[in-house]
């Protein structure tokens, strides 16, 4: 069956560092991975896309990386700030119509 | 720019009420998607629409669950009847038809049915 499993519930990490999520999918050939952000009673707001024949992606503070052999990406967080706190998603494509599916998500927490 | 608005933000109704949740997409996107989000099993898919068809409805779980879109700027969401398990934020997302969209989600309805 397929799956996409985000590897943790919750992340903890003191501020400045670098926060480093992963997501891990099962049965998926994606064209592209999407990291999503959401935050406590809000809807899921777009971060990121990656394709399948790019290696990284960066946008300011984050890199998302896509290791299709692995069947993996890792979405990096540098010099967090506590207003980094949220919950991280990441979406695969399943399909040819934008028809996305999310991993459970992992709570960052950045303390000051 | 006006986001994806969806309405009411809250809901709270008894068991055995009919529940109507409600979406306006971003003008000019053609696809939309119904979500629901529990703590347990996370953000599912229930029905995308492409320009107005629905394409893939298996996520709805049962017959109680319906969804129209009359209209590239309106769609719904029905329970009838609802039950207590049905209880959950449902999110509406839209973006456009074409491959490696981003989706773009409304702030959701937070539903208690009692």
């Known amino acids: 069956s397929q799956k996409i499993e985000q590897n943790s519930e919750a992340l903890n990490i003191q501020e400045g560092k670098t926060a480093t999520l992963t997501c891990n999918y099962t049965n998926y050939s994606p064209a592209y991975l999407q990291w999503y952000r959401q935050d406590p009673g809000r809807g899921p707001v777009f971060l990121l896309l990656?394709?399948?024949?790019?290696k990284e992606k960066r946008k300011e503070r984050l890199k998302v990386t896509f290791d299709t052999t692995l069947k993996q990406s890792l979405f990096h967080i540098t010099a967090s700030q506590p207003a980094d706190s949220a919950t991280y998603l990441c979406?695969?494509?399943?399909?040819?119509?934008?028809?996305?599916?999310f991993g459970a998500g992992t709570r960052l927490t950045v303390k000051p | 720019d006006a986001g994806v608005i969806q309405s009411p933000r809250h809901e709270v109704t008894e068991m055995g009420q009919e529940v109507t949740l409600r979406c306006k997409p971003i003008s000019g996107h053609n696809s939309l998607f119904w979500y629901r989000q529990t703590m347990m099993r996370g953000l599912e898919l229930l029905i995308y629409f492409n320009n107005n068809v629905p394409i893939d409805d298996s996520g709805m779980p049962e017959d109680r669950f319906s969804a129209k879109m009359p209209n590239a700027s309106f769609s719904t969401l029905k329970i009838q009847p609802s039950e207590p398990r049905d209880s959950a934020v449902y999110f509406c997302?839209?973006?456009?038809?074409?491959?490696?969209?981003?989706?773009?989600f409304g702030d959701g309805t937070r539903l208690s049915i009692l």
């Open positions: 979406a695969l494509e399943q399909g040819n119509n934008n028809d996305m599916r």
């Open positions: 990656i394709r399948e024949n790019e």
């Open positions: 997302a839209s973006s456009l038809n074409t491959g490696n969209q981003p989706q773009h």
